[in-house]
């Protein structure tokens, strides 16, 4: 079993910017690929972004390249979304997965394992 448990989410103005926090326990938690989703009122689930057990690959939605990063620290057994030039349209619930297949989070909305989320709240 792998949990997750997300911080960092809260109230920012346009142009600003947050880093988000997933922490991640269980066995082997840092061989999992892990990832970003979010989900806004009234729209569907989107990914965000995705990174490699190792670190050295990364993913991207189309709506956040170039303005968000994700990254990963194993040894802390974390994963960080650093979010840049935020929008009113990032408003969103901010939810970390991680699955045994990089794939299954970059093409799929069914990653194993899911944390509660954190609200990300952009003001104009």
């Known amino acids: 079993q792998v949990q997750l448990v997300e911080s960092g989410g809260g109230l920012v103005q346009a142009g600003g910017s947050l880093t988000l926090s997933c922490v991640a326990s269980g066995r082997t938690v840092s061989s999992y690929p892990m990832g970003w989703f979010r989900q806004a009122p009234g729209k569907e689930r989107e990914f965000v972004a995705a990174?490699?057990?190792?670190?050295?690959?990364?993913y991207y939605g189309d709506s956040v390249k170039g303005r968000f990063t994700i990254s990963r620290d194993n040894a802390k057994n974390t994963v960080y979304l650093q979010l840049n030039s935020l929008a009113p349209e990032d408003t969103a619930v901010y939810y970390c997965?991680?699955?045994?297949?990089?794939?299954?989070?970059?093409?799929?909305?069914?990653?194993?394992?899911w944390g509660q989320g954190t609200q990300v709240t952009v003001s104009s």
């Open positions: 990174i490699s057990w190792g670190g050295g690959s990364a």
């Open positions: 997965a991680a699955d045994r297949a990089l794939t299954v989070i970059t093409t799929t909305q069914a990653p194993a394992y």
